[in-house]
């Protein structure tokens, strides 16, 4: 599992709390955005929309957005959730989150 991210992104950071949170082994790659290197072909290929962080999985799979990352490290490394687990709270947390990013 390999995050793209840059080292100063709000997005990126939560993604990589929720990393050590669950301790997953993850390699990291930096993304300038301060030069545009998420602009680069390579990376827009993972991520069209050009943002970070990126998660690319160990099956091939290229997640973007912090918040469907963590739903996806959510549903796929359950051990240690760090999310409500149970109705209504779980669409609870969801609103919080979704909320706060209006």
């Known amino acids: 599992m390999k995050l793209y991210s ?3 992104s709000s997005a990126s ?3 990589r709390i929720a ?3 669950k301790g997953i082994n993850y390699q ?3 993304v300038n955005i301060r030069i545009g290197q998420q602009n680069e072909l390579a990376y827009r290929r993972m991520n069209p929309v050009g943002l970070v962080p990126t998660l690319l999985t160990d ?4 997640l973007g957005q912090s918040l469907a990352i963590i ?5 796929h490394y359950p051990q240690v959730p760090l ?3 149970e109705e209504p709270a779980r669409q609870q947390g969801a609103g919080n989150c979704l909320c706060h990013r209006l």
């Open 83 to 85: 999310v409500p687990q």
């Open 19 to 21: 990393l050590a949170l």
């Open 13 to 15: 950071y939560r993604v």
């Open 71 to 75: 739903d996806w490290l959510e549903r």
């Open 28 to 30: 990291t790659e930096g």
């Open 59 to 62: 099956e091939g799979q290229s």
């Open 6 to 8: 840059f080292f100063n």
